[in-house]
């Protein structure tokens, strides 16, 4: 199988650079994005926010392997990934209006000694000990996902007055340099794990230095900001959840999201007992995983700027994924178990979210209101986490132990439903002209969803 990896692993990622070049002549002219001043306060906040985004990508392709590591069942290691995926979904509907009321800048050097104390909770083989190192890592995500963006926003227009349009810019080169910070934290991750013979936990102790870098940066370089007014929790929900009831279209994004996140939450979980077993490169499949996205988001660049309609690529993206997971349900057939022919479904899995997060991401910023997005972003995360959690569950009932099979055949289900809703969903998009631009800035890389979660 590790010649498969490997050889994958050049030909996707030749694939990806080519795309991405291609993609980058596309993008609109972001010429007047060139001010030097704007260059410079925007090199200060990537050399906190990327260092911060490496130490969690750091994170990413040996969280399972290590709870086995320690001798834990895979039904329990579903249970330890519950608790990060609640602990992330309660405290994502907080974060933001904790940032904005005790101040981002004090947010964000929380992260950074929260995901630190996570990453230490690591070297203990005890189950408590294990859930806790969760929970606080989930908390810690949740503020790495609210706290630095909402820091940015607020410099940007309020302190330095740039033109909001830039705001774009930033997020655009973001999107681009996560998705090779992911691809080089796998190879790094290989190294030290694999190559030094340094175990599964060395990883998350090489992300420490990282985290406590951020946290310099942060508290040196930065400055405070607060929110301009106060916001009541209660009233933000309730307006939330009126603006996805009042929206046909608002309702139908909700419902594709949590049917299509809910499958990349559980193949989180999946993707290392399927693969395992034949002994890869974890380090090196999660960079495999990684240039598959890059791919797909440069293919979604691509098309998109051939006025090919974003609901279109959005509904490519969840037929894909969903042939993927039917190959998956072949490939992981107790009596014919083909481990290679997994690889190959979950790399095309990747490369269906790589065109899914920009397609949504667009959508989102078109159909939902401003004033109500983070309140209605809020209500799309429960169903999301409800999902993937009660999936994650049923490995605790006896048909469903060491029945990963079936947890595709689940996947699938909810695959094809998201579909059926996409159908719907482009019909009402028809008759909305807002949804017809083309070459839409991608302005997010995996809209949160980590792949240590």
Same mark, same amino acid.
């Given at each position: 199988?590790?010649v498969?990896?490997?050889?994958?692993?050049?030909?996707?990622?030749?694939?990806?650079?080519?795309?991405?070049?291609?993609?980058?002549?596309?993008?609109?002219d972001?010429?007047?994005?060139?001010?030097?001043?704007?260059?410079?306060?925007?090199?200060?906040?990537?050399?906190?926010? =990327?260092?911060?985004? $490496?130490?969690?990508?750091?994170?990413?392709?040996? /969280?399972? +392997? %290590?709870?086995s590591? &320690? !001798?834990?069942?895979?039904?329990?290691?579903?249970?330890?990934?519950?608790?990060?995926?609640?602990?992330?979904?309660?405290?994502?509907?907080?974060?933001?209006?904790?940032?904005?009321?005790?101040?981002?800048?004090? =947010?964000?050097?929380? $992260?950074?000694?929260?995901?630190s104390?996570?990453? /230490?909770? +690591? %070297?203990?083989?005890? &189950? !408590?000990?294990?859930?806790?190192?969760?929970?606080?890592?989930?908390?810690?995500?949740?503020?790495?996902?609210?706290?630095?963006?909402?820091?940015?926003?607020?410099?940007h227009?309020?302190?330095?007055?740039?033109?909001?349009?830039?705001?774009?810019?930033?997020?655009?080169?973001?999107?681009?340099?996560?998705?090779?910070?992911?691809?080089?934290?796998?190879?790094?991750?290989?190294?030290?794990?694999?190559?030094?013979?340094?175990?599964?936990?060395?990883?998350?102790?090489?992300a420490?230095?990282?985290?406590?870098?951020?946290?310099?940066?942060?508290?040196?370089?930065?400055?405070?900001?607060?929110?301009?007014?106060?916001?009541?929790?209660?009233?933000?929900c309730?307006?939330?959840?009126?603006?996805?009831?009042?929206?046909?279209?608002?309702?139908?994004?909700?419902?594709?999201?949590?049917?299509?996140?809910?499958?990349?939450?559980?193949?989180?979980?999946?993707?290392t007992?399927?693969?395992?077993?034949?002994?890869?490169?974890?380090?090196?499949v999660?960079?495999?995983?990684?240039?598959?996205?890059?791919?797909?988001q440069?293919?979604?660049?691509?098309?998109?700027?051939?006025?090919?309609?974003?609901?279109?690529?959005l509904?490519?993206?969840?037929?894909i994924?969903?042939?993927?997971?039917?190959l998956?349900?072949?490939?992981?057939?107790?009596?014919?178990?083909?481990?290679?022919?997994?690889?190959?479904?979950?790399?095309?899995?990747?490369?269906?979210?790589?065109?899914?997060?920009?397609?949504?991401?667009?959508?989102?910023?078109?159909?939902?209101?401003?004033?109500?997005?983070?309140?209605?972003?809020?209500?799309?995360?429960?169903?999301?986490?409800?999902?993937?959690?009660i999936?994650?569950?049923?490995?605790?009932?006896?048909?469903?132990?060491?029945?990963?099979?079936?947890?595709?055949?689940?996947?699938?289900?909810?695959?094809?439903?998201?579909?059926?809703?996409g159908?719907?969903?482009?019909?009402?998009?028809?008759?909305?002209?807002?949804?017809?631009?083309?070459?839409?800035?991608?302005t997010?890389?995996?809209?949160?969803?980590?792949?240590?979660?």
């Amino acid at each position: 199988m590790m010649v498969i990896v490997y050889g994958c692993f050049i030909a996707f990622g030749m694939v990806a650079v080519v795309l991405q070049a291609m993609a980058y002549k596309t993008r609109p002219d972001v010429s007047e994005g060139n001010n030097p001043q704007f260059l410079k306060f925007q090199r200060g906040y990537f050399a906190a926010y =990327l260092t911060a985004m $490496f130490a969690d990508w750091l994170q990413g392709p040996y /969280l399972y +392997k %290590l709870y086995s590591y &320690y !001798g834990f069942q895979e039904e329990q290691i579903a249970v330890l990934y519950v608790f990060g995926f609640a602990s992330t979904v309660i405290i994502g509907m907080w974060a933001p209006l904790a940032a904005d009321q005790f101040g981002r800048k004090k =947010l964000c050097l929380s $992260f950074t000694v929260l995901y630190s104390v996570s990453c /230490l909770l +690591k %070297l203990s083989r005890s &189950y !408590g000990i294990l859930i806790l190192g969760r929970v606080i890592g989930g908390v810690a995500t949740s503020v790495l996902f609210s706290a630095f963006e909402a820091w940015y926003v607020h410099e940007h227009i309020e302190t330095h007055d740039f033109p909001k349009e830039w705001i774009a810019v930033t997020f655009a080169k973001a999107s681009t340099w996560n998705g090779v910070l992911a691809v080089t934290a796998g190879i790094v991750t290989n190294i030290v794990s694999e190559w030094f013979y340094m175990g599964p936990v060395a990883p998350y102790m090489l992300a420490i230095p990282f985290l406590i870098f951020a946290g310099i940066l942060v508290s040196t370089h930065w400055i405070e900001n607060y929110s301009g007014s106060k916001v009541k929790f209660k009233k933000v929900c309730a307006d939330g959840f009126k603006g996805i009831m009042s929206s046909e279209m608002i309702f139908m994004v909700g419902v594709i999201e949590a049917l299509v996140e809910s499958v990349i939450y559980i193949i989180i979980f999946l993707w290392t007992p399927i693969l395992d077993p034949s002994k890869p490169s974890l380090g090196i499949v999660f960079s495999c995983f990684m240039v598959c996205i890059l791919a797909g988001q440069g293919l979604f660049q691509i098309l998109s700027s051939k006025h090919i309609d974003v609901p279109v690529l959005l509904l490519s993206s969840c037929g894909i994924a969903l042939l993927a997971n039917l190959l998956c349900v072949h490939s992981t057939d107790p009596e014919s178990r083909n481990p290679n022919l997994s690889f190959i479904a979950l790399c095309m899995f990747q490369f269906g979210v790589g065109i899914y997060f920009p397609a949504m991401g667009y959508l989102r910023s078109h159909i939902i209101p401003e004033q109500h997005r983070w309140s209605i972003m809020n209500w799309f995360r429960v169903p999301i986490n409800l999902i993937s959690c009660i999936v994650l569950m049923l490995l605790h009932e006896d048909m469903f132990k060491h029945g990963n099979r079936m947890i595709f055949v689940i996947c699938s289900g909810l695959l094809t439903l998201s579909l059926l809703c996409g159908l719907r969903f482009f019909k009402l998009a028809k008759e909305d002209e807002s949804l017809k631009q083309s070459s839409p800035l991608m302005t997010t890389n995996n809209n949160g969803i980590r792949f240590d979660s």
